[in-house]
């Protein structure tokens, strides 16, 4: 069974960068096919897509985010990172790691999500 979890600092403020953490259990970020996605979800508003790393390492980021996304991983800790700069109070989100085979349109398995808040 594949387990995510995200961590990460539940406040940041206005202009700073938020990093967050997805750790994965029960398989391997490198193995063949899977593609590893951040997704954030505003209060009272819809599913975000921000992006995803691959499992050869390849990153791939929504347009209207890419100027402030990276997304980077840790083979060694079977973890991947998403690092949001300049956030405003419109970054406010609970946060989703998730993971989707490479030909399949939805994710099959998600972790938890973790709310975020911007405010100085």
């Known amino acids: 069974q594949v387990q995510l979890q995200e961590s990460g600092p539940g406040l940041v403020k206005p202009s700073q960068t938020l990093s967050l953490t997805c750790t994965v259990s029960g398989g391997s970020i490198t193995t063949t096919d899977y593609y590893w996605s951040w997704i954030r979800q505003p209060p009272g508003k819809g599913l975000e897509w921000i992006g995803y790393i691959k499992y050869s390492g390849i990153t791939y980021y929504s347009p209207s985010l890419k100027s402030r996304t990276s997304i980077s991983r840790d083979t060694s800790k079977n973890q991947f990172t998403l690092q949001l700069s300049s956030v405003t109070p419109e970054d406010t989100a609970v946060y989703y790691c998730?993971?989707?085979?490479?030909?399949?349109?939805?994710?099959?398995?998600w972790g938890n999500g973790t709310l975020v808040t911007v405010s100085s």
């Open positions: 998730a993971r989707r085979l490479e030909y399949s349109c939805a994710m099959d398995y």
